[in-house]
Nanobody, 118 residues
Framework: VQLQASGGGLVQAGGSLRLSCAAS????????MGWFRQAPGKEREFVSD????????HYADSVKGRFTISRDNAKNTVYLQMNSLKPEDTAVYYC????????????WGQGTLVTVSS
């Protein structure tokens, strides 16, 4: 499956952005989907994930209550709604897909840059 992330940009602190991850090559419902991010000089970290049909979601403590992950399997797209953005949310955001039986993510998108100014 190929993943294409989009929606990043420059936003002021307190603002909102919605990231999208469009999949092609295979139906998205086959995969658990996740969002990760990597800030300059830091390791990549988990942000959120969502089960195949959207019944279960998880969030990093740092984004809980501010970010919402969702998916539309009919559109083969996963979203990350980011509200109340903080400068520390600045990072390249990546979407990823993994099969249920796998512990590691199998496929990664190219990343989209989110910059939050103070």
């Amino acid at each position: 499956v190929q993943l294409q992330a989009s929606g990043g940009g420059l936003v002021q602190a307190g603002g909102s952005l919605r990231l999208s991850c469009a999949a092609s090559g295979r139906t998205l419902s086959s995969y658990i989907m996740g969002w990760f991010r990597q800030a300059p000089g830091k390791e990549r970290e988990f942000v959120s994930d969502i089960s195949r049909w959207g019944s279960s979601t998880h969030y990093a403590d740092s984004v809980k209550g501010r970010f919402t992950i969702s998916r539309d399997n009919a559109k083969n797209t996963v979203y990350l709604q980011m509200n109340s953005l903080k400068p520390e949310d600045t990072a390249v955001y990546y979407c990823a897909a993994r099969e249920v039986a796998h512990q590691e993510y199998d496929y990664w998108g190219q990343g989209t840059l989110v910059t939050v100014s103070s």
